[in-house]
């Protein structure tokens, strides 16, 4: 762990508009606010941005007042395990998180993935995520990715609508992997009508089929193919409490805190016998890029959050031929003050 330093404290939120509006199973999101943290030591620079988690009320204004209430103890110096212990999961914990990672980066001109114990990085395959629609459109938005070897579909807990919208774009994009996230939208009464459904289409993965707290409707449940845990499972302690209901873990930034909490939750995932996904909340490139470090650790990566963003940062992460690729320009040792 990086020695604590004295540090200059920066902090501001974003609006970061989306390009359409999106839709999941309760929600249309038309912006995704952030919240960017800068650290200056005087020679080098850390930055985080973070999302918060709109389910639990964690929202930019409240990060602010989160960090601000934190001023001095962390311009005095503080390191990633202590943080841990002073933040709760979340976003503010997790924008802290990734700008000291970004400053012991910078401070020791070491790449984040090197302090993260990896030797090399590779360009990591991702999901393009098609918003709840109309079947028809939803078949048009998965055909209009031409690169896309992956995509995740956004369904709202209808059964026979979502089981329309699954058939409409296996039939546009017969080759393509396909998983499907509920987003809570299912009960014990409605996901058995849905799950033959997904089987037929060739469907790979099930995410957040039912309400967060309410994972107990999966126990009767057959699971035909892999159910993963988004908003069921935060952080580690929820992984310890939760696992055995779901086969996959998604760890996001944003849900659990940060970086350091991430990488934690994949050992752990691991040790469990879970498969491990990485996912963001739809921010841009500064959001995508310690998700990328994280998702050279996991099995299933949903990185294709600055695509919807009606303008990300330069210089940004890359998509090509159905991968996501992340420079060392982008977040770490080469970054400019």
Same mark, same amino acid.
Request: hydrophobic share 45%.
């Given at each position: 762990?990086?020695?604590?330093?004295?540090?200059?404290?920066?902090?501001?939120?974003?609006?970061?508009?989306?390009?359409?509006?999106?839709?999941?199973?309760?929600?249309?999101?038309?912006?995704?606010?952030?919240?960017?943290?800068?650290?200056?030591?005087?020679?080098?620079?850390?930055?985080?941005?973070?999302?918060?988690?709109?389910?639990?009320?964690?929202?930019?204004?409240?990060?602010?007042?989160?960090? +601000?209430?934190? &001023?001095?103890?962390? +311009?005095?110096?503080?390191?990633?395990?202590?943080?841990?212990?002073?933040?709760?999961?979340?976003?503010?914990?997790?924008?802290?998180? $990734?700008?000291?990672?970004?400053?012991?980066?910078?401070?020791?001109?070491?790449?984040?993935?090197?302090?993260?114990?990896?030797?090399?990085?590779?360009?990591?395959?991702?999901?393009?995520?098609?918003?709840?629609?109309?079947? @028809?459109?939803?078949?048009?938005?998965?055909?209009?990715?031409?690169?896309? &070897?992956?995509?995740?579909?956004?369904?709202?807990?209808?059964?026979?609508?979502?089981?329309?919208?699954?058939?409409?774009? &296996?039939?546009? $994009?017969?080759?393509?992997?396909?998983?499907?996230?509920?987003?809570?939208?299912?009960?014990?009464?409605?996901?058995?009508?849905?799950?033959?459904?997904?089987? +037929?289409?060739?469907?790979?993965?099930?995410?957040?089929? $039912?309400?967060?707290?309410?994972?107990?409707?999966?126990?009767?449940?057959?699971?035909?193919?892999?159910?993963?845990?988004?908003?069921?499972?935060?952080?580690?302690?929820?992984?310890?409490?939760?696992?055995?209901?779901?086969?996959?873990?998604?760890?996001?930034?944003?849900?659990?805190?940060?970086?350091? +909490?991430?990488?934690?939750?994949?050992?752990?995932?691991?040790?469990?016998?879970?498969?491990?996904?990485?996912?963001?909340?739809?921010?841009?490139?500064?959001?995508?890029?310690?998700?990328?470090?994280?998702?050279?650790? $996991?099995?299933?990566?949903?990185?294709?959050?600055?695509?919807?963003?009606?303008?990300? &940062?330069?210089? @940004?992460?890359?998509?090509?031929?159905?991968?996501?690729?992340?420079?060392?320009?982008?977040?770490?040792?080469?970054?400019?003050?």
């Amino acid at each position: 762990m990086a020695e604590a330093v004295s540090v200059e404290l920066e902090l501001h939120n974003e609006p970061l508009p989306m390009s359409a509006p999106f839709r999941i199973a309760g929600h249309v999101f038309e912006a995704m606010p952030a919240t960017v943290v800068t650290l200056r030591d005087g020679a080098h620079v850390g930055r985080g941005e973070a999302a918060g988690v709109y389910y639990n009320d964690d929202h930019p204004d409240k990060m602010i007042a989160t960090l +601000e209430a934190l &001023r001095a103890r962390i +311009e005095a110096g503080i390191d990633r395990d202590t943080l841990r212990t002073l933040l709760p999961a979340g976003g503010a914990r997790n924008a802290l998180d $990734c700008a000291l990672w970004e400053l012991e980066s910078q401070r020791k001109g070491v790449p984040v993935w090197k302090l993260a114990g990896l030797e090399k990085v590779d360009r990591l395959l991702t999901t393009f995520t098609v918003g709840a629609d109309d079947p @028809s459109v939803m078949a048009d938005r998965a055909a209009g990715y031409p690169q896309a &070897r992956a995509l995740k579909l956004k369904l709202t807990g209808d059964p026979e609508l979502d089981g329309a919208r699954v058939r409409a774009v &296996r039939a546009r $994009c017969p080759q393509a992997w396909i998983g499907v996230d509920a987003n809570q939208g299912y009960n014990a009464a409605t996901l058995p009508s849905l799950l033959p459904v997904l089987i +037929e289409a060739g469907v790979s993965l099930l995410e957040q089929p $039912c309400v967060r707290g309410r994972e107990h409707i999966l126990d009767g449940i057959e699971r035909p193919l892999p159910f993963a845990a988004d908003e069921s499972i935060l952080d580690l302690a929820e992984l310890e409490a939760r696992h055995h209901r779901f086969d996959v873990i998604n760890i996001k930034l944003d849900k659990c805190g940060g970086l350091t +909490e991430g990488l934690l939750m994949a050992r752990r995932a691991r040790e469990l016998g879970k498969k491990v996904m990485v996912g963001n909340m739809c921010g841009t490139s500064l959001a995508a890029a310690p998700a990328f470090v994280l998702g050279q650790f $996991c099995d299933i990566v949903d990185l294709d959050g600055p695509i919807f963003l009606v303008k990300d &940062r330069t210089p @940004s992460v890359r998509y090509e031929d159905g991968y996501i690729t992340c420079g060392d320009e982008v977040w770490g040792p080469k970054t400019l003050a």
